[in-house]
């Protein structure tokens, strides 16, 4: 059997390791904390640094092909894992979202829209760029960011300094508000030889910028549907992408939508597919990974996905006796609060099926 390996040993990593060992492959994962969520349950898992080239490489060197479950995974480490084996997606999708600057950049390039922005490294260039994005407006951080964590919204001037502490001075990207009727989100699987499986939208809603909800698929009009399509086939086409990704939208209303940013990767928008649709996220990014032709993205129930966060995780025995209701547990050793411990999925009515 092939052998595929996971960079990363997170909830993604261990789903998609679940869905990659139902296809018959053996799954390897890397990650620098031991007894991950994802190692757990790896044919093999590796706990070394991600700076630990050495280890990386004969990591990589045992498997037919290397993917990453998250975007922040050092570029130096994916690098050296492509020069040992195949490399999907590539480090062009990394390189392109790990930065938010140069993430709106390409969105823009590609033909999709995203809120007005502009970088800012100091103090002073905060106060500067201000003048031209205009309160409301959000500063983050342009690396490593993830759950609304490294962000501050700025109301007026007299927010300037406090944002940029929020930021801790880091070189950050400053973003008009987007005054959006709603979030939506489209994920899409993309094949070695370039097909494309775009899955329905899904509607989300964020508290405290966290994802606590989807519903989908989502209820919009077609003209909203075809211009999410062209976004993402647009996007997948640009990053030259190999498996899965996702773009978080804001529906401006009308058709019209803004990109707000792109996962590389399955996303928790899209963990209703695994539930709802004929092939999930998680099998769809194996397949591509292994060069197999992608499923059907197509949906066959409506599905309601909420998260567990922190506490929320307490009533699993509960969620566990809901008969229409599939219950995801992520099996992390503690309980944090704002920490995604699980998800749990509530099918609906079947959807009628789309020629
Ligand atoms: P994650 O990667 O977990 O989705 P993140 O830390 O990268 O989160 P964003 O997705 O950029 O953060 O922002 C989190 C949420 O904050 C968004 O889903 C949206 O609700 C809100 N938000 C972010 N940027 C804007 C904006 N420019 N205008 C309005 N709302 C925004
Ligand atoms: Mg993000
Ligand atoms: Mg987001």
Redesign the pocket.
């Known amino acids: 059997g092939s052998v595929i390996g996971i960079l990363g040993g997170g909830q993604l990593g261990r789903m998609l390791a679940t869905a990659g060992a139902e296809l018959g492959f053996d799954i390897h994962v890397y990650d620098p904390a031991p007894d991950s969520p994802a190692g757990r349950i790896a044919a093999r898992a590796y706990c070394a640094p991600w700076d630990d080239a050495g280890a990386v490489g004969s990591f990589a060197a045992k498997c037919d092909a290397v993917t990453y479950e998250f975007e922040n995974v050092p570029l130096a480490a994916v690098e050296t894992a492509a020069s040992a084996a195949p490399l999907r997606p590539g480090t062009r999708s990394l390189a392109l979202t790990q930065d938010r600057v140069t993430e709106k950049t390409f969105i823009r390039e590609a033909g999709a829209g995203t ?1 007005d922005f502009a970088a800012v490294a100091s103090l002073d260039e905060l106060k500067a760029a201000l003048q031209t994005i205009c309160a409301p407006a ?1 500063l ?1 951080t342009r690396r490593f ?5 490294g ?1 501050a919204v700025i109301r007026s001037e007299a927010d300037l300094d406090a944002a940029w502490d929020a930021v801790g001075g880091q070189p950050s990207i400053l ?4 005054n ?1 009727t709603r ?1 939506l989100s489209v994920v899409a699987g993309r094949g070695l030889d370039g097909t494309m499986a775009v899955y329905p939208l899904g509607e989300n809603r ?1 508290a405290g ?1 966290i ?1 606590r909800e989807t519903i989908a698929p989502a209820v919009v009009d077609a003209a909203t549907q075809a211009e999410a399509e062209r976004i993402a086939r647009a996007l997948g086409e640009g990053m030259d992408h190999v498996g899965v990704f996702a773009v ?1 939208l804001f529906d401006l209303g009308g058709g019209k939508l803004l990109v ?2 792109i ?1 590389p990767r399955v996303h928790n928008t899209g963990h209703w597919t695994m539930d709802a649709c004929a092939c999930g996220q998680f099998e769809q990014h194996m397949r591509a990974v292994a060069g197999w032709p992608l499923g059907r993205p197509s949906a066959h129930s409506q599905a309601v996905m909420t998260n567990l966060i922190g506490h929320d995780v307490d009533a699993w025995e509960t969620l566990a006796g809901e008969s229409d209701a599939r219950l995801h547990l992520y099996g992390k050793r503690e309980t944090r609060d704002g920490r995604k411990m699980g998800h749990v999925t509530r099918l609906g009515p079947p959807v009628k099926p789309v020629a």
């Open positions: 809120a959000i983050k960011g993830y759950d609304g964590k962000q973003e008009a508000m987007v959006f979030e964020h910028g994802l978080e707000n940013e996962a």
